[in-house]
């Protein structure tokens, strides 16, 4: 379902969101701090601010399902992958350097679109303690690059 | 609802593009970004419908809508809790959401591909704000109200339509600090706008006429809103493409080309503001800058706001020179002609004058000027009414409506633009002076 390119383009400075729906269909979402392949690459782990999702994992944990979209802000490349065996883990510590790096990335990738960067480090705060990762095998691929063709499946 | 929506709109200028979340029937969400939110007020927004997509087969299945939005200035989130209830295709709101999306395009380059088919409005539920770090709110660079009450203070005190013209614009720069500013006047029974004053080009412009519908003032002024842009875009430029437009349609002839329009060559936000009065249009205000987002919601408010007091008064004044006017003057002894004479030509199929061959102007002002240099000639008149330019069956004004005075305030500025040695002079209410220093050759082709 992930191709590499498309495998190696959600580990970049991309803007990472989530969302899953309530029983009577209300969505809920968040912003991701980054992301890691788990399962040599069958499956997607995302980095969430539990206290920014309470919703979000509420609804993961009733529904399993989940929709995550990858954006590159300076191109405007963008991927939406679908899952529906979402599992909320624990976060490890020894993930903390990727948050990092994906935050690092991402202060690159906007700075030069005129992002303040004291905005964006403050949209992307976190605490260790805070953190959970949610994990999935996607389902469906969408590219969503703005255009007559964004929703086109992939794969 | 505890948060107010009309206090978090600097999330709605997509500097960080929101989200919006849908679910379909099977319980699938669904997640994309939002190219714009329009604010309506603050129990609607409207979202721009630009391809059937996902979100939008969602949305008409009748799913429930979330949207998250980030502040670029404090980095605040917020998830607003929507419900649909029409799509809009047409009128000011598609309108002012069409214009917008233009300078998104442009800016993104997607200019061939943006489009926008329909205004989605939704009725705000809820508004949550995700808890997080934020920063302080920045200072504005203006006190809009304190600017407002300033110039509206200003505007009263005026006396005539042209002290009122000059104080609004000088109010524009010196309370709003906005430096490129066009006041434009309706010209109702030709369908155009013509500058009336200008702060912040090199050419004043004045003269220099848009057709209503065209461009973002011409936009403007047909669906009588406001229209902000953000980001540079052909699409919605009010020179040469507009003109070149105009002359394929045909009706090159009877818009005022020879003047040219002034304007910032590559301007990155832009923003018209109707000028109305009693349901009435009476011009429009435009003011532009080079740099992107630089207008938002607050600078628009406070326009539109600004402009309704000036309309106000414009009407007033309009009113005031028409229905009264002061005892006739003493007039100065004429002073005797000297020099060369003035070679004053003028065509009668466009009222067009030429001084010297120079080009002046045309139209309705042409054939007020042809009107008193002709009485100047004949009678050495200098002496003359409002009241008797309105009923003067050589000058043909389109209606009762028409603001004589504000033609007469653009006739008087291109004289003296031009220094052509030809004075108009208010004295006193619905009265004016004409004042010449050379002798005039009058010829009528």
């Not at chain 2, 949550?128 to 200003?154: M, S």
């Amino acid at each position: 379902m992930l191709d590499s390119d498309n495998a190696a383009f959600i580990q970049t400075g991309v803007s990472i969101s989530l969302a899953s729906c309530a029983p009577d269909g209300l969505p809920s979402m968040s912003r991701g701090l980054g992301c890691k392949l788990v399962d040599e690459g069958r499956q997607v782990g995302v980095f969430l601010r539990r206290s920014q999702s309470l919703a979000l994992l509420d609804n993961i944990r009733s529904s399993g399902r989940i929709a995550n979209v990858f954006s590159l802000p300076s191109s405007n490349r963008t991927l939406q992958l679908k899952g529906s065996d979402v599992r909320i883990v624990p976060f490890l510590p020894e993930d903390l350097p990727v948050i990092e790096r994906h935050i690092a990335d991402f202060v690159l990738e906007v700075v030069p679109l005129g992002m303040s960067e004291a905005v964006v480090r403050a949209i992307l705060a976190y605490t260790p303690d805070d953190l959970v990762t949610v994990t999935y095998s996607p389902c469906a691929a969408f590219s969503q690059t703005p255009g007559p063709k964004a929703g086109t499946p992939l794969g | 609802m505890s948060l107010r929506l009309d206090t978090l709109r600097e999330c709605l200028e997509g500097v960080i593009p929101g989200h919006i979340a849908t679910c379909d029937a099977e319980g699938m969400p669904n997640l994309a970004y939002l190219s714009q939110v329009q604010f309506i007020d603050n129990e609607h927004v409207a979202l721009s419908y630009q391809f059937f997509n996902r979100t939008r087969q969602n949305v008409l299945a009748g799913s429930p809508v979330r949207l998250l939005l980030t502040s670029h200035l404090t980095g605040a989130q917020y998830r607003l809790t929507l419900k649909y209830l029409r799509t809009e295709t047409g009128g000011p709101l598609f309108e002012q959401m069409k214009a917008k999306l233009a300078g998104i395009a442009s800016h993104e380059g997607m200019s061939e591909v943006f489009r926008l088919r329909g205004s989605d409005v939704y009725r705000l539920l809820d508004i949550e704000q995700v808890p997080g770090a934020t920063l302080a709110l920045p200072p504005p660079t203006v006190n809009f109200l304190t600017a407002l009450r300033r110039a509206t203070g200003r505007l009263t005190a005026c006396g005539s339509l042209a002290r009122l013209l000059e104080t609004a614009l000088d109010c524009l720069g010196g309370e709003f600090s906005i430096d490129h500013v066009m006041l434009l006047m309706h010209d109702e029974g030709r369908g155009r706008l013509y500058t009336l004053a200008s702060r912040g080009y090199p050419e004043s412009g004045i003269g220099s006429e848009i057709p209503v519908g065209a461009g973002i003032i011409g936009i403007c002024a047909r669906e009588r809103i406001p229209i902000r842009i953000g980001f540079m875009t052909s699409e919605y430029a009010y020179g040469r493409s507009i003109r070149r437009s105009v002359e394929a349609d045909g009706q090159g002839d009877s818009l005022e080309t020879a003047i040219p329009l002034p304007g910032l060559p590559e301007a990155g936000s832009q923003m018209a503001i109707p000028i109305t009065a009693f349901d009435h249009l009476l011009g429009v205000l435009y003011v532009e800058n080079v740099a992107d987002l630089h207008f938002g919601y607050d600078d628009e408010d406070a326009l539109v706001a600004f402009a309704a007091q000036l309309g106000l008064a414009m009407h007033h004044h309009q009113q005031a020179e028409e229905q009264a006017e002061d005892a006739p003057p003493i007039e100065p002894p004429a002073a005797p002609l000297a020099g060369p004479p003035l070679l004053v030509r003028h065509f009668a199929a466009n009222d067009s004058v030429f001084l010297d061959d120079d080009y002046l102007i045309k139209g309705v002002a042409g054939a007020i000027l042809w009107t008193l240099l002709s009485d100047f000639v004949e009678r050495r008149r200098t002496n003359f009414t409002n009241k008797g330019l309105r009923v003067d069956p050589r000058i043909r004004l389109p209606g009762v409506s028409d603001n004589l005075e504000a033609r007469l305030v653009l006739l008087q500025r291109r004289l003296e633009e031009r220094a052509t040695g030809i004075h108009l002079a208010k004295a006193g209410r619905g009265r004016f002076l004409l004042a010449v220093d050379r002798p005039l050759q009058l010829i009528s082709s």
